[in-house]
């Protein structure tokens, strides 16, 4: 069983920074990935990592500003978003799963979910 718990989020005006980690209890080394809603919106995807760290993906929307990133000695996989628009203002959740290509599709169906936390972006 693994548990997820995301941090970090927080108040940031456009154009800021923050960075949210998802920390896992358990076996670590799972394919994770950074989905977010906002209000009246679908579960959009974000970014993906596998398991080793050495394959990432992005979404087109945030390729170029949002990193992807992850630390398996301490069991945690970060996200560093920069140049933050209001748009990005959402619900944060990290995933994980056994299969990377589940996460990389975007579709839902990960084994395990965090609860989330709240990312508003000030314009």
């Known amino acids: 069983q693994v548990q997820l718990v995301e941090s970090g989020g927080g108040l940031v005006q456009a154009g800021g920074s923050l960075r949210l980690s998802c920390a896992a209890s358990?076996?670590?080394?799972?394919?994770t990935g950074w989905f977010r809603q906002s209000p009246g919106k679908e579960r959009e995807f974000v970014a993906a990592i596998s398991g080793s760290g050495g394959s990432t993906y992005h979404a087109d929307s945030v390729k170029g500003r949002f990193t992807i990133s992850r630390d398996n000695a301490k069991n945690t996989v970060y996200l560093q978003m920069n140049s933050l628009k209001a748009e990005d203002t959402a619900v944060y959740y990290c995933?994980?799963?056994?299969?990377?290509?589940?996460?990389?599709?975007?579709?839902?169906?990960?084994?395990?979910w965090g609860k989330g936390t709240l990312v508003t972006v000030s314009s």
């Open positions: 995933a994980a799963d056994r299969d990377y290509n589940t996460v990389v599709r975007g579709t839902g169906g990960m084994e395990w």
């Open positions: 358990g076996r670590s080394s799972y394919a």
